[in-house]
Structures are given as C-alpha cells and as structure tokens.
C-alpha cells in the first residue's frame, strides 16, 4: 500500500502528486468547488449525520466516536475497498474540513484503511 496522508482541506487546496479526496459529507464551508483541486468526493465514506452530530467534535466523545465509525466502515465495503484500490497503486490523500487535525474521522479512516 502506498502513502495515505490527511490534510485539513482549508490548508490544502492545491493539487499535488497524490489522489486527493474529500471524505465529508458537507462541502467544506467559505470554498467553491472550483477553487478546490480534487480528484473526488466520496460523500458516503463519511460518518452517517447521525454519528457526526452525536460526536460534535467533542474530545471526550472521540474514543467513542471511533470505536462506532469503525462499526459504519465495515459495513461500507464498497467504498472501503474503493479507497485501498486506490492507495495501493499511488499515494492517497484523504481531505476533511474539520478544526481539530488530532480528532477527526480522517484519523479514524486512515488507520482503518492502514490495517487490513
């Protein structure tokens, strides 16, 4: 598997060497999508809204948070499988809009995608 790396979509916009994509469910607020070089949005690859407005990025809610998103992400086979097909030919970046680069879902992602 090649590199997988997370960037805070508001700090990154430019393209660079890797695929680059979004893994919000929300467009990031205050950028047009032409203004933001990626290669794709996967939508559903995103904690369900009911999960993202229970975790409210809450530091104490974070071990909890991620403990249930692993739950989501074995069941979104197909997406899952998407992104470690891509990791596995080039370098992978994973994109999100949220404040905190230490709790995220990216986090989360990343380490379930590292470790089949």
């Known amino acids: 598997m090649k590199t997988i790396t997370i960037k805070r979509v508001y700090s990154h916009k430019e393209k660079d060497d890797t695929y680059r994509i979004l893994i919000d469910r929300l467009w990031p607020r205050g950028i047009k999508k032409t203004d933001l ?9 995103a904690p369900s809204p009911k999960l993202r407005i229970w975790f409210d990025h809450k530091k104490e809610r974070f071990d909890e948070f ?3 998103y692993v739950e989501e992400l074995k069941s979104k086979t197909e997406e899952v499988e998407h992104l ?6 080039q370098p992978l970046t994973l994109l999100y ?9 990216a986090i989360v992602l990343k380490e379930f995608l590292q470790k089949a």
């Open 97 to 105: 809009g949220a404040k905190d680069p230490e709790i995220n879902h």
């Open 37 to 45: 070089a990626i290669d794709e949005w996967n939508k559903e690859i």
């Open 66 to 68: 991620s403990k249930l």
């Open 84 to 89: 470690r097909k891509i990791a596995e030919k």
